[in-house]
Every structure is written in C-alpha cells, then in structure tokens.
C-alpha cells in the first residue's frame, strides 16, 4: 500500500488544491496586470494633467483665429522635449483637429467628442481619465487639455494624449520580457509556499483519518466483516467510503447479533416458563402420590401401584430434563461430531424395532424402503439416530389402528433423500411453521399427555442442521404427514 494511495482522500483533496492555486495564480496574474494598468495611468495623468495649461500660457498659439504655424512649430518643439511620450492637437472649439504632431497618415479621427473634454475641464474629475485617441479608433487615453482663450474668446483647445504610442510600444516590449516574469515568479513563490504549508497541513489533518481506515482494513483482513463490508462503486475508494463501508457493515452485524441475542433470549424465557409449568405437573403428581404411599406406610399397609405411578412420573421429568439439556447443548455454539458412514437402511430398522411392541399394540404399521444394506451415509450416528426417533416417536402417536409409518430412503446422484411418512391425524396448516420451535404443540397434539413437552423437532432440526441439513414437512389433516431431508453419501 503506498502512503497515499492514488483515490485517498489526502490525494484528491491535494489535487483539488492544487488546480485552485493554479486558477487562483492566474487569476492573480491578470487583476494584478488589470490594477498595475490602473494605478500607473492614474499618477502619470495625475502628474501630467496640468501639461496642457501651462503650454497654452506659454504664448499664443492663434493668429487672428486661424492656428499660427510658427507659434505652433515653437510650441511643439518644445513639448517634444518633454519626452517621446506625448502626442500633440490643437482643436477648434468643436473639438475638429486643427494641427498635429503626427504624419497626417497616422491620423485617423478628426474630431474629439466635447464630452471627453468637458469631463475633463470639470471641477474635480476622476482620474484616470480617458479620452479619444485620434491615432486610432477603438483606443481611449490618458491625456491632459486646456482651453485656449483669446481675450475671454474660446478659440480651441490644446489635447495631448500623454503615454502615446511610443510609450505603448515601449510597454510592450518591457512586458513581453520583464514584467509578466517577475511577477509570475513571485506569485509562483508565494502560492508555492501556501502550497505547500496547506498540503502539510492538509496531511497532518487527515493522518488520523488514514490511521482508522488502515485499522478498519486491518480488521478487515483479518476476517472482521467477512465479505459484509459494502465498498460502494469506487475502485480502490478513499477513507471516507472506506469508513461508511465499514461502518454499515459493523451497524449490519451489531442488528444481527442483536437480533440473535435478542431471540435467543426471548425463547429461553418462553422455554423456562413452559418447562417449569410442565414440569410442576408431573412433580405434582410424584410428590402426591409418594406422600399418600407414606401415610399408607405409616397405616401398616402401602399400595405398590402408588409408587409405580410415582416413579412414572419421575421418569416423565427425567425425559424432560435430559430433553432440555441436550437442546442447551445443541443451541451452545461448539457440538462435537462424529461423522463417519452408517448404514442408514440399517439404523431405521433398529429404531423401528424399538417401536415395534407400540405399533403392534396400536396396529400400526412400520416400514422401511428399501432394506439395502449397502446405503452408507456421512453421519454422526447417535444424532441420527435421535432424529429417527423423535420423527417415529410423533408419527406413532398421531397414528391409529391401520394406519402405516413408512420410511423411505431415494437415492440421488449427490445425496440419499429421506422421508418418514405417516397416514396418522395430520398436521393442521396454521400449526406447520411453528411445529419446529421449541416447545410448540400442534392443535392435533395429545391433550394432557404432559409427557411430552414439545421439544422433540426442535431438536431435530438443530441435528439435523449440524449435518447442514435442512428439514421439510408437508401434511394434509386426516390424510398424513412427511418429514424430508437429505444426507451426504459416504
Ligand atoms: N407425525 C406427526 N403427525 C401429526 N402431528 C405431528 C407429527 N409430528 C409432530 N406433530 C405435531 O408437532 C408438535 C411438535 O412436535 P415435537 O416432537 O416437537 O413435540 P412433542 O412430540 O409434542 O413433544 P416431545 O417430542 O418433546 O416429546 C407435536 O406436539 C404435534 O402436535
Ligand atoms: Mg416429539
């Protein structure tokens, strides 16, 4: 991983930087172009502004109102004197151009808009202020005018354009080579050194940032989140993607834990409550019918039956005890596991034995299909056995004379398919999604029979689901019921 890796945020916040000093350096560039322009005009014409007076008191530049061409030459040449800078008119009282310094070709207005002039002479105008080049049409200029007067009669008026085109050329040339250097140096100098220090400090402030999402990437690596956490869209994302991905990931995770820690909880409440109301029954009994056989021991006599039903009682609670322990067991995290091939046509047949005396009483039928030996499956045989069990056990007992418990073994190309059917009451179908949670007992189940507390499937499952296994049921009332799952081959 580099230090600042090309989409970090660090990195496009330093590009961002970078192009807005950039802009920002150009900008500069012109406005302190725009402004030199300004200033420079505003003291040169400042400094020059009463040029065109003190020329016109110098002497009299008509001769019997028509411009007198020595007068004129005289004053000229010593303007020129002042500097190659200047440009010199002499206007008639329209602002038409009488005489000027210039080659007649070179000129390209005849006449000076009043207004420009007028502005000018007013009381306090605001400098700079640009007037009309008559060397050229869409140029306006610095200049300085006075009035020339012949005994208090306007004859017309002195315009000169101060920074001509001499002066323009000169400019040009001194900008094309010094200016735009010196300042883009020291422009460059100065945002180079913002630059820089923001980029440092831009650094110091996100490191925090970066030290989080490298932990968080750590985290990551090391299997937190596994595969949870969302990097929307970007290809590697920056920090801050980084962190909402991780965030929502460990929000996700925290709800479903919550969630688990939450049911969890609320079935071990449910279970507690139902297994200390079913258990009360049978303790009950026990103990009433064993205080009854000690009073009848105390009489001198004691009826054997009382403590044969005492002692089915405790065994009642003895099922259920062993029952709930081993749902704790199972639900706990870490169940060990046998896994090792059995012979299943083999391990139905022994549970079907067991219950062979039952059925026969009941005249129920028990089957398995097919009887081949040579199906072996990947199992922990007690738990299998277990499930077997609980399945026979409930069939049997929503069984009645005439009816069939079948189990039947398909096999399939990946894994042995089994079904324990019945032709017993039925399951109704309000009740099918919840016989599998603990302690359910369907509207079909025997009443009062408080032997059995609804803990059997529950089990199952979770047997089976160590297998990774998942159970089905399908029953139709009055018709019967089938418990499916499927087994890996060995
Ligand atoms: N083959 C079946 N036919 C009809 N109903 C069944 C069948 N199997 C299960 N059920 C219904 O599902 C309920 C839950 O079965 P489960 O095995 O979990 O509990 P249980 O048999 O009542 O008690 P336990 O198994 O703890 O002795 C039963 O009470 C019964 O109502
Ligand atoms: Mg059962």
């Keep these: 991983m580099t230090i600042f890796p090309r989409n970090s945020l660090f990195s496009r916040l330093a590009l961002a930087l970078v192009a807005s000093f950039l802009l920002l350096g150009l ?63 002499l206007l008639d009282p329209d602002g038409r151009l009488l005489n000027y310094s210039a080659p007649a070709e070179k000129i390209k207005r005849q006449r000076i808009p009043l207004t420009a002039i007028q502005q000018a002479l007013s009381d306090n105008p605001s400098l700079p202020l640009r007037g009309p080049d008559p060397r050229a049409l869409e140029r306006d200029k610095i200049f300085s005018v006075a009035p020339v007067l012949s005994e208090g009669r306007l004859q017309g008026y ?24 010196w300042v883009a140096l020291v422009l460059a100098a100065t945002l180079g050194f913002l630059l820089l220090s923001t980029l440092g400090l831009l650094a110091w402030l996100t490191r925090p940032l970066r030290r989080l999402t490298d932990d968080i990437e750590a985290m990551e690596q090391q299997g937190f989140g596994s595969g949870t956490l969302k990097l929307r869209g970007r290809n590697p994302p920056d920090e801050i993607h980084r962190l909402s991905g991780a965030f929502n990931a460990l929000s996700e995770r925290l709800e479903i834990q919550y969630r ?26 026990l103990q009433g019918y064993l205080e009854t056989w000690l009073l009848q021991q105390e009489q001198g006599r004691g009826d054997p039956e009382y403590v044969r039903i005492a002692h089915q009682n405790a065994g ?41 005396p039952a059925a026969q009483a009941k005249q129920v039928l028990l089957d398995v299909q097919p009887k081949d030996p040579s199906l072996q499956v990947l199992a922990d045989i007690e738990k299998l056995e277990r499930v077997f069990t609980n399945l026979v056990d409930n069939a049997l007992r929503h069984c009645q004379a005439g009816d069939t418990i079948t189990v039947r073994l398909t096999p399939g190309p990946e894994h042995l398919s089994v079904a324990v059917s019945d032709s017993g009451i039925g399951i109704p179908a309000s009740d099918l999604p919840h016989i599998f949670d603990p302690h359910y007992k369907a509207a079909n189940s025997v009443r009062g029979d408080s032997a059995h507390s609804g803990l059997g499937l529950a089990i199952t499952r979770r047997l089976l689901a160590l297998h990774q296994s998942p159970i089905e049921v399908s029953s139709q009332v009055q018709q019967g019921t089938e418990f499916r799952f499927q087994l890996d081959w060995a």
């Excluded at 303007?79 to 800078?85: D, E, F, N, P, T």
């Design 27 to 89: 900008a500069l560039m012109w406005l302190t172009r725009l402004l030199d322009h300004h200033y420079q005009d505003e003291i040169t014409q400042r400094l020059h502004f009463a040029l065109a007076e003190h020329i016109v008191h110098e002497g009299p530049l008509f001769l019997d109102d028509q411009p007198d061409p020595a007068a004129v030459e005289r004053a000229f040449h010593n303007m020129m004197i002042l500097g190659k800078g200047f440009e010199f008119y």
């Design 158 to 181: 002195l315009y000169i354009i101060i920074n001509g085109e001499i002066y323009d050329s000169v400019v040009a040339q001194v900008a094309s080579e010094e200016w735009p250097r």
């Design 316 to 356: 009642k609670i003895h099922k259920m005890v062993d029952q709930l322990m081993e749902l704790a067991r199972l639900e706990s995290d870490q169940v060990p596991m046998q896994i090792e091939p059995v012979g299943i046509a083999e391990l139905v047949q022994d549970v079907l034995q067991k219950y062979r």
């Design 260 to 285: 688990k820690v939450k049911s969890v909880d609320e079935m071990r409440r449910e279970l507690l409550a139902h297994v200390s109301h079913d258990l009360r029954t049978p303790l009950a009994a």
